[in-house]
């Protein structure tokens, strides 16, 4: 099974300011034959479900803020957001769809600090 | 709009059971794999199950399988969760969620319906 480590687990950022999370997979989620990377990053509101952010690694969902920006391959990647908001204080966790099972990281709590 | 509406969930004893639905709407239902995530009190998402369009294909975390069966009735617009010898560590929030055909991710989540294993 794919074992997805989330850092930090926590976070504090000012508003206006950068907020990178890392997720690191335990064997790549890399797939040669149509070069795509399958991890996803969630946004999890307080009451609310969890919302999809990006997919492939990098391509925004529609509907998503280009603050949110996705990067990375094979077993390291990173979720950025910048021009930090204050609706962007939520947990966010990233996902290996590579294989079942379908592993979610612990998560990352982001504040405003 | 896409829609899951989740219910069956509440108060079981450990060692029982309980089955959850999942009521999909706006969009074709027959078409798209389904998977059950959930998150227990104060911890993280952790996904439990998922089933292809028709049926033809299921996966089950490890910490479920031999006790949750998930199923559909594409006829019905419904998703099913069958919980069997629950424990207290399956108190949860349980989310259905559809499967994206494009991306491969998830792309809709349910409000989620609360599961919780007391004595």
């Known amino acids: 099974d794919i074992v997805m480590t989330q850092s930090p687990d926590s976070l504090a950022v000012s508003l206006g300011g950068r907020a990178t999370i890392n997720c690191k997979s335990s064997q790549s989620v890399f797939y040669s034959s149509n070069n795509k990377n399958y991890l996803a990053w969630y946004q999890h509101k307080s009451g609310q479900p969890p919302k999809l952010l990006i997919y492939w690694a990098s391509i925004r969902q529609s509907g998503v803020p280009d603050r949110f920006s996705g990067s990375g391959s094979g077993t390291d990647f990173s979720l950025t957001i910048n021009n930090l908001q204050a609706e962007d204080v939520a947990v966010y966790y990233c996902q290996q769809y590579y294989s079942t099972p379908y592993s979610f990281g612990q998560g990352t709590k982001l504040e405003i600090k | 709009q896409v829609q899951l509406v989740e219910s069956g969930g509440g108060v079981v004893q450990p060692g029982g059971s309980l089955r959850l639905s999942c009521a999909a709407s706006g969009f074709t239902f027959s078409t798209y794999g389904i998977h059950w995530v959930r998150q227990a009190p104060g911890k993280g998402l952790e996904w439990v199950a998922f089933?292809?369009?028709?049926?033809?294909?299921?996966h089950y975390a490890d910490s479920v399988k031999g006790r949750f069966t998930i199923s559909r009735d594409n006829s019905k617009n419904t998703l099913y969760l069958q919980m069997n010898s629950l424990r207290a560590e399956d108190t949860a929030a349980y989310y259905c969620?559809?499967?994206?055909?494009?991306?491969?991710?998830?792309?809709?989540w349910g409000q989620g319906t609360l599961v919780t294993v007391s004595s």
């Open positions: 089933i292809r369009y028709d049926g033809g294909d299921i």
């Open positions: 969620a559809k499967h994206s055909a494009t991306s491969g991710s998830i792309d809709y």
